[in-house]
């Protein structure tokens, strides 16, 4: 079978921040098996080296990219000769506690890496995607902690509702550039970071209260993010691909 050509992105240049590790790592993997050029970036080296090295044994095309998105004038240097198709910004961090006992650091930390960096890296690449005349797609990975709140996550809830927000001004300001920016919001996913807490009595009643009675395997988001970086999502600009179980639309 001839496979659609909406969903083709083989030989699209793409950028994924926050992937040595976790969702980012998993959509970089993804994303090369589909005949994507990947470029993978973040802070640790050694990480990312060994996440290259897995996708080129599997036959696919990977460059790493050690940059702190957080800041700006790197990310302005980093790729201001950079030209991508696709940008996948899912750099993120979070920091549990009590609003009224966060500390100032721990509030701009989450804010810095989950929100400014977003705006750092979209607008770098955007400036790329317009000069070259070809557009583009940026796909801000957020969160239904976006669209809902939860307890002691209030630095992240907070950021992530602002990259909703921010994709949609950026949606508005760029489609003239023929470049897309959309949301990709997942809701609760098993990863290395917390395996351990989804085993534990509290992680098993937060699985209960997911309609679908389970947590997301992290190839539940291949689908979505293709969808989105593909022509097939080609009129498809600011709004939320949600992929979450059907958390959202539990009852209270």
Not at 75 to 89: S, T
Not at 101 to 109: G, I, V
Not at 190 to 206: L, R, V
């Amino acid at each position: 079978m001839t496979p659609d050509p909406l969903f083709d992105i083989a030989g699209k240049r793409v950028l994924i921040t926050g992937a040595s590790s976790g969702l980012g790592k998993h959509f970089a993997q993804f994303l090369a098996s589909r005949g994507a050029c990947v470029v993978l970036a973040a802070r640790r080296a050694e990480a990312l080296d060994q996440a290259c090295c897995e996708i080129t044994k599997n036959g696919g095309e990977a460059t790493p990219m050690v940059l702190d998105v957080a800041d700006g004038e790197a990310v302005r240097v980093a790729l201001a000769d950079e030209r991508f198709d696709i940008v996948v910004n899912n750099a993120g961090i979070s920091r549990t506690g009590a609003l009224m006992d966060l500390s100032p650091e721990d509030w701009q930390s989450v804010i810095d890496v989950d929100l400014s960096a977003a705006f750092n890296v979209a607008q770098a690449a955007a400036r790329g995607m317009r000069d070259s005349g070809k557009g583009g797609s940026i796909v801000n990975v957020a969160s239904i902690l976006g669209k809902r709140v939860a307890g002691g996550v209030g630095a992240y809830t907070a950021a992530k509702a602002g990259l909703v927000q921010l994709t949609r001004a950026m949606a508005l300001e760029w489609a003239r550039f023929d470049i897309r920016v959309n949301a990709l919001c997942p809701g609760y996913f098993s990863t290395e970071i917390n395996q351990g807490f989804f085993e534990s009595g509290h992680g098993q009643a937060m699985i209960k209260r997911v309609p679908m009675r389970r947590i997301g395997d992290v190839s539940d988001l291949d689908g979505p993010l293709l969808l989105l970086a593909s022509d097939a999502g080609r009129f498809m600009t600011g709004t939320e691909v949600v992929a979450d179980g059907g958390h959202l639309v539990s009852g209270l």
